[in-house]
Each structure stands twice: as structure tokens, then as C-alpha cells.
């Protein structure tokens, strides 16, 4: 062992045999301290091993006297290093799975609409052929329970927040066509002069809204960095099928209200706005149902479900209204049970979201 302060060793070397190698003292950068600029400060290594070179000549590429020590730092105590902090997770929109079963209010929510749409089956079944007050009773109920719903989800995020201007864009809808079925569809403004252009005005500027918040809950996932499942084939194929679906259930009704419209039928325009608006909602499903599918086993899958439902409830109500008296030679009185039951669906669905959004941020914020 070579001593510290690099003095000769106590035993000398037999005459003839290879001297012990040199241990060359370095300066330390610093210039005042005194130690080798290889040792720690204070009392944090006790010796070095002085590694001998191997038989072979070592290459001078520094010219003489630039052959250096091989130093290895043994036992002794070691500087502690600051721990490091864990690294700190950012916040996942997929809460663990345990969190459904210690939330079963949210399973509820999907009993909701089931029984809602059994019940107004019963009552229209059991209802005569003159069901004009049901009709007038259900559409109050069911679309004002959709407007509260997202009106609920909007008032618990703060002003400016993206998700509070897409319920209120849902909400909007909902509020619309409420207004428009209880006053100019079914009300006292029904039999007026004005009534079909206000009512396809009122129907377009719902539709307006229904399209600017499905856009901003179906952009969400993508805002908020949510990778969504499968590849960009699958994504752009599930897209275009949704496209497809849509262009089936409201295509043919959009074209039939257009031609109204331009031959000056304007109660064409309500039809028209109905079908371009639900057309454009509908190829929105299908980046809902990939956030929902995204999210799964987290809260937050449950009101992008419950607007992917409510979705497809409103498609199978274009698809009825659109298709059952081309396909199946079914009249539009006969089809309109089956078509207020998807309505009543479609609201529902969209009351169960809004409860569901604004749940999740209560449980949150504690």
C-alpha cells in the first residue's frame, strides 16, 4: 500500500529486482489546498490502491515523465448523496378501477334511462290512439331533464374552463328544442304564419350548439394528452363507419328537407337543420366512444359513455324517422312510439352524463 502523502515505503526493494512503481503526487487544481485533487475533502477515504502497470512498455503520447498512477478509491466512507425525490406522477384521467365499486351512485345513473324508456313504453302502450297530451308530456319532461343535467355538469367548473363551454353548448340544445316543441311544434305559436321559420331557425341554432359541444367533449381526450386506443388506421376506420351510419340514418331525410327548402317550403328548414346537425354529432361518436374506451376503468369513462349513448340514441331516432316509412312502409304516426322512446333515451342519457361530470368533481375537490 503506497502512503497517502506519498513518502517512500519502509521496505526497499532487493538489488536487481523492478522498482516499485512511482506515485506521482498531483496538485490539486485548487491552489491552496495541499492533497491530491483525486481525494475528498476531510476524513472520507483512508487509502488508495496503487494498481502496478503491466510488464509491457506503456506509450509515451505526453512525452517524458508523463506516466501516472491507476488510483481506485477503496473502503471508507462515502459521501451521502441527497436523495432523490420520486418523481411526481402527473394526474391520470383513469382513476383505478377500485374506485367503481366504492362508487355505485355511478352504476346507478345507468338504470335511469332503462327505466325511463320502459315506463313511456307502458304509458304508450296502454295509451289509446289519441296520445297528443303524452307526446306533449314526455317531451316536456324528458328534454328539460336533459337540460338540467348538462346545465348541473357546466355550473361546476369555473368560468372559462373548456369543459364548462361544452355542457353549456349541450345544455343549449337541449334548452332549444324544448322551447320549440312546447311553443311552435305542439304550442300556442303552432298555427301561425311564422311558426315554420322560426321554428327552423330555433332548430338550427340548437343544432349549433348540440355540434359545438359534442366537437369539444370529443376533443377532450386529445387536449387533456389521453393516448386513445388502437392505431391511426383503426381510428380513421371506426371514424369513417360512423360517417357512414350517419349519412344512412339522416342523409336521405337532408336531402328530402333541402329540396323543400328550395322549392320555399319552409317548414323544410327545421328537417334540414335537424338532419346536417345530427350528421355531423353522429361522426362524432365515434371519437366519443374511443375516449370512453380510453378511459375505461376510470370515473371519468361514465359521462363520455352516457354521451356516446346518448348518441346513438339520437341516431336510432333519424334512422326511424328516416328509414322506416322507405324501408318498412310504416307511417310516421305509427313509427312515433318507437321514435319518442329513443328520444326519451337520447335525454336521459345526456341527464346521467351531466350528473355523472358533475359527481366526479365533487368526489374530487373532497
Not at 343535467?149 to 361544452?166: K, P
Not at 303552432?190 to 315554420?196: E, F, L
Not at 381526450?221 to 351510419?245: H, K, W, Y
Not at 370512453?292 to 361514465?302: D, E, K, P, S, V
Request: a positive charge; hydrophobic letters at 50%.
Amino acid at each position: 500500500m503506497g502512503n497517502l502523502k506519498g513518502k517512500p515505503d519502509h521496505r526497499s526493494a532487493a538489488a536487481g529486482t523492478k522498482q516499485a512503481p512511482k506515485i506521482v503526487e498531483l496538485a490539486r487544481r485548487s491552489a491552496t489546498a495541499d492533497a491530491p485533487y483525486f481525494l475528498p475533502e476531510g476524513q472520507e477515504a483512508t487509502s488508495v490502491e496503487v494498481r502496478r502497470p503491466r510488464a509491457e512498455p506503456a506509450q509515451n503520447k505526453g512525452g517524458a515523465g508523463s506516466e501516472k498512477p491507476i488510483f481506485a478509491a477503496q473502503a471508507g466512507s462515502k459521501k451521502e448523496l441527497p436523495e432523490k425525490e420520486p418523481p411526481r406522477r402527473l394526474p391520470s384521467s383513469r382513476p383505478p378501477i377500485e374506485s367503481l365499486s366504492r362508487h355505485p351512485k355511478f352504476r346507478a345513473l345507468i338504470a335511469f334511462p332503462l327505466l325511463s324508456a320502459t315506463v313511456l313504453s307502458v304509458a304508450l302502450a296502454v295509451t289509446g290512439p289519441d296520445r297528443a297530451g303524452l307526446y306533449r308530456l314526455e317531451l316536456a319532461i324528458f328534454e328539460v331533464l336533459g337540460f338540467w343535467g348538462c346545465l348541473a355538469a357546466a355550473l361546476i367548473f369555473e368560468n372559462g374552463d373548456y369543459l364548462r363551454r361544452a355542457w353549456l353548448l349541450e345544455m343549449s340544445c337541449f334548452g332549444l328544442i324544448f322551447v320549440g316543441d312546447l311553443t311552435l311544434t305542439t304550442g300556442v305559436f303552432s298555427d301561425r304564419p311564422w311558426t315554420a321559420l322560426a321554428n327552423g331557425v330555433l332548430t338550427l341554432a340548437a343544432n349549433a350548439g348540440a355540434m359545438g359541444g359534442t366537437y369539444l367533449l370529443a376533443r377532450a381526450a386529445r387536449v387533456a394528452g389521453i393516448e386513445m386506443p388502437g392505431s391511426d388506421a383503426t381510428r380513421r376506420g371506426v371514424q369513417v363507419l360512423a360517417l357512414a351510419f350517419a349519412l344512412l340514418a339522416a342523409g336521405p331525410a337532408a336531402v328530402i328537407s333541402a329540396r323543400q327548402v328550395i322549392g320555399g317550403d319552409q317548414s323544410g328548414l327545421m328537417y334540414f337543420a335537424s338532419c346536417m346537425g345530427d350528421i355531423f354529432c353522429f361522426t362524432l361518436i365515434a371519437p366519443l366512444l374511443m375516449t370512453t374506451i380510453a378511459m375505461r376503468g376510470g370515473l371519468l369513462a361514465w359521462p363520455w359513455g352516457f354521451m356516446t349513448a346518448s348518441g346513438l340514441a339520437w341516431l336510432t331516432f333519424d334512422g326511424v324517422q328516416t328509414l322506416a316509412p322507405m324501408v318498412l312502409g310504416i307511417s310516421a304516426e305509427e313509427a312515433r312510439p318507437v321514435l319518442e322512446v329513443a328520444r326519451c333515451l337520447a335525454c336521459t342519457c345526456a341527464f346521467s352524463a351531466g350528473l355523472a361530470q358533475r359527481w366526479i368533481i365533487i368526489d374530487a375537490s373532497g
